[in-house]
T-cell receptor, first 109, second 117 residues
Framework: GQNIDQPTEMTATEGAIVQINCTYQTSGFNGLFWYQQHAGEAPTFLSYNVLDGLEEKGRFSSFLSRSKGYSYLLLKELQMKDSASYLCAVVDSNYQLIWGAGTKLIIKP | IAGITQAPTSQILAAGRRMTLRCTQD?????MYWYRQDLGLGLRLIHY???????GKGEVPDGYSVSRANTDDFPLTLASAVPSQTSVYFC????????????????FGPGTRLTVL
């Protein structure tokens, strides 16, 4: 079966750095997405990785290792508005998105 | 403002009733999707359409049907609602390439919160 694993919940302090991990086992791999979802709102696109390595975009960076079936989202200089759920999704061999259950990130002052 | 709209925002429905959730996008995306999101579970694909006139089944299609008469609209119908269909429903769209490069970013509507009693 196909499986995406993320921690259910994480807590971090305003101004700090947090790393949200995602491991996957899917039938094929055609890229990995990270989305942000604030409570009661729609998911919004953060990043897409298809090659190994780190992609940096402002305070957010995303890393991929295809050989390890592993990705992480790194959030720097945390702000209260970063409190949200972060969803990892993998594009499988049929070009369907397989979604993780999401990681709820709680930011404390 | 370009984007995706969904209606209704929320609905309480008696079991056994028929319900259509509406979704319209104005980004001229060829692909559209319907997901349900339940607490503790990831987004699960119900049905999708890669282009107007075609539809496909996702991971959890039973009890749902869709149609894609044109590029902009992608309604989801529950023929006879059951309590297990209580969920938040998201419609999404993307530019999808027929060459199999279906890796384009999906853009989501605001969701419909449906409760079936």
């Amino acid at each position: 079966g196909q499986n995406i694993d993320q921690p259910t919940e994480m807590t971090a302090t305003e101004g700090a750095i947090v790393q949200i991990n995602c491991t996957y086992q899917t039938s094929g791999f055609n890229g990995l997405f990270w989305y942000q979802q604030h409570a009661g709102e729609a998911p919004t696109f953060l990043s897409y990785n298809v090659l190994d390595g780190l992609e940096e975009k402002g305070r957010f960076s995303s890393f991929l290792s295809r050989s390890k079936g592993y990705s992480y989202l790194l959030l720097k200089e945390l702000q209260m508005k970063d409190s949200a759920s972060y969803l990892c999704a993998v594009v499988d061999s049929n070009y369907q998105l397989i979604w993780g259950a999401g990681t709820k990130l709680i930011i404390k002052p | 403002i370009a984007g995706i709209t969904q209606a209704p925002t929320s609905q309480i429905l008696a079991a056994g009733r028929r319900m259509t959730l509406r979704c319209t996008q104005d980004m001229r995306h060829n692909a559209m999707y319907w997901y349900r999101q339940d607490l503790g579970l990831g987004l699960r694909l119900i049905h999708y359409s890669n282009t107007a006139g075609t539809t496909g089944k996702g991971e959890v299609p039973d009890g749902y049907s869709v149609s894609r008469a044109n590029t902009d609209d992608f309604p989801l119908t529950l023929a006879s609602a059951v309590p297990s269909q209580t969920s938040v429903y998201f419609c999404a769209s993307s530019d999808w390439s027929s060459g199999g490069a279906g890796t384009d970013t999906q853009y989501f509507g605001p969701g419909t919160r449906l409760t079936v009693l």
